[in-house]
């Protein structure tokens, strides 16, 4: 049973534009979401987080969004850099068991110069 | 200030055999966490401690698997015996409480690969 679903395994976006990643949950007891991004030979590193009762995040370039009704959120990454290349895990955790994480499958972004 | 360590960074081994991976938090931390990689599943948590003491072991997949640990600095999982399905990446992550967001810091991985 995949709690949170990255339907996309990998993305390739042009160095520059807009790059958005997606990702879906079905624990409506989810309160805080988390993106982390991990390079190869490496381990995940926190990128950007949200809580449930915002709907919106932005950290620089990186901007979090969240639709608590549809149960969805999306990571937008603009402009787009060559850096930004790596794998990209949605997680969510609730406040009753604070620090247990449940992660997706991950999306591997590809940016092209 | 040192990150996670985990040790060995790679594993091969053969069938049968006991695998035993290492993982040191980052001092101060109070939760240590296991999580598995696979391409089909992502990252599974497998077990996480907190103060030294398994809170939830739910996602050990089975008895093969065990993890300990045995003082704030240091955790270990083990799988005897070892099966090829189990070849995948490990990741040790440690956390603290009222830290940031209470972020999980990772270490580098342990790749293994049962032959």
């Known amino acids: 049973d995949q709690q949170v679903k990255q339907n996309s395994p990998s993305l390739s976006v042009q160095e520059g534009r807009i790059s958005i990643l997606n990702c879906d949950y079905t624990n409506s007891m989810f309160d805080y979401f988390l993106w982390y991004k991990k390079y190869p030979a490496e381990g995940p590193t926190f990128l950007i987080s949200i809580s449930s009762i915002k709907d919106k995040n932005e950290d620089g370039r990186f901007t979090v969004f969240l639709n608590k009704s549809a149960k969805h959120l999306s990571l937008h990454i603009v402009p787009s850099q060559p850096g930004d290349s790596a794998v990209y895990f949605c997680a969510a955790r609730r406040n009753q068991g604070a620090q247990k994480l449940v992660f997706g499958q991950g999306t591997r972004l590809t940016i092209n110069p | 200030d040192a990150g996670v360590i985990q040790s060995p960074r790679h594993e091969v081994t053969e069938m049968g055999q006991e695998v035993t991976l290492r993982c040191k938090p980052i001092s101060g931390h109070d939760y240590l966490f296991w999580y598995r990689q696979t391409m089909m599943r992502g990252l599974e948590l497998l077990i996480y401690?907190?103060?030294?003491?398994?809170?939830?072991d739910s996602g050990m997949p089975e008895d093969r698997f065990s993890a300990k640990m045995p003082n704030a600095s240091f955790s270990t999982l083990k799988i005897q015996p070892s099966e090829p399905r189990d070849s995948a990446v490990y990741f040790c992550a440690s956390s603290k409480t009222g830290g940031p967001r209470e972020t999980q810091y990772f270490g580098p991985g342990t790749r293994l690969l049962v032959l």
């Open positions: 401690f907190n103060n030294n003491v398994p809170i939830d």
